[in-house]
T-cell receptor, first 118, second 114 residues
Framework: AQKVTQAQTEISVVEKEDVTLDCVYE???????LFWYKQPPSGELVFLIR??????QNEISGRYSWNFQKSTSSFNFTITASQVVDSAVYFC???????????????FGAGTRLTVKP | KAGVTQTPRYLIKTRGQQVTLSCSPI?????VSWYQQTPGQGLQFLFE???????NKGNFPGRFSGRQFSNSRSEMNVSTLELGDSALYLC?????????????FGQGTRLTVV
């Protein structure tokens, strides 16, 4: 079974604070992909990052960074020096390649609503 | 490069009616997936099409169906609408045959069933 848990339903911070969004996943597959998406009020999901299960390197992209730890099945997302424009709902997702067919069935967490106040 | 286009953006239907939603993927993308988003259930996978074939299906009743055309455009249909079908329906396209790529989402169709 595949499952993604985002325990933080809502987080509120003041601009310029750092904030970490937690993501814990479950899967029996050895090959899988983890994603983070941002959903602004307009509704579309904006892709932020993809990580495969064989690449545990952390990644930094500007103010965003991701910490992937297979030992704890976690893929946490940190925003440094948050800005009001970061306010959105953030989703963590898991996609496992199920043999014999590959598919794009992503399992999403419940999402974390981040509010950044000026 | 145009993004994923979903039409219509908003729709109001009456219980018992049927509805068809459309999704045009990014040019060159052959995989189209559909998701339902509700406050109670979150984002749930409906089905995925690749080269006009349904490759995978989520746990939804048979009232939910879809198809994909030779130009990769996809439609989903919901028959005998129920109040609980009110949701944001999101379509995602990706370029490769496997899950080894990111999916790009459209802005969704917000369906309200009254």
């Amino acid at each position: 079974a595949q499952k993604v848990t985002q325990a933080q339903t809502e987080i509120s911070v003041v601009e310029k604070e750092d904030v970490t969004l937690d993501c814990v996943y479950e899967t029996r597959d050895t090959t899988y992909y983890l994603f983070w998406y941002k959903q602004p009020p307009s509704g579309e999901l904006v892709f932020l990052i993809r990580r495969n299960s064989f690449d545990e390197q952390n990644e930094i992209s500007g103010r965003y960074s991701w910490n992937f730890q297979k030992s704890t099945s976690s893929f946490n997302f940190t925003i440094t020096a948050s800005q009001v424009v970061d306010s959105a709902v953030y989703f963590c997702a898991l996609s496992a390649l199920t043999h014999p067919r590959n598919n794009n069935d992503m399992r999403f967490g419940a999402g974390t609503r981040l509010t950044v106040k000026p | 490069k145009a993004g994923v286009t979903q039409t219509p953006r908003y729709l109001i239907k009456t219980r018992g009616q049927q509805v068809t939603l459309s999704c045009s993927p990014i040019s060159g993308h052959r995989s189209v997936s559909w998701y339902q988003q509700t406050p109670g259930q979150g984002l749930q996978f409906l089905f995925e099409y690749f080269s006009e074939t349904q490759r995978n299906k989520g746990n939804f009743p048979g009232r939910f169906s879809g198809r994909q055309f030779s130009n990769s455009r996809s439609e989903m249909n919901v028959s005998t609408l129920e109040l609980g079908d009110s949701a944001l329906y999101l379509c995602a396209s990706s370029s490769y045959a496997t899950g080894d790529t990111e999916a790009f989402f459209g802005q969704g169709t917000r369906l309200t069933v009254v």
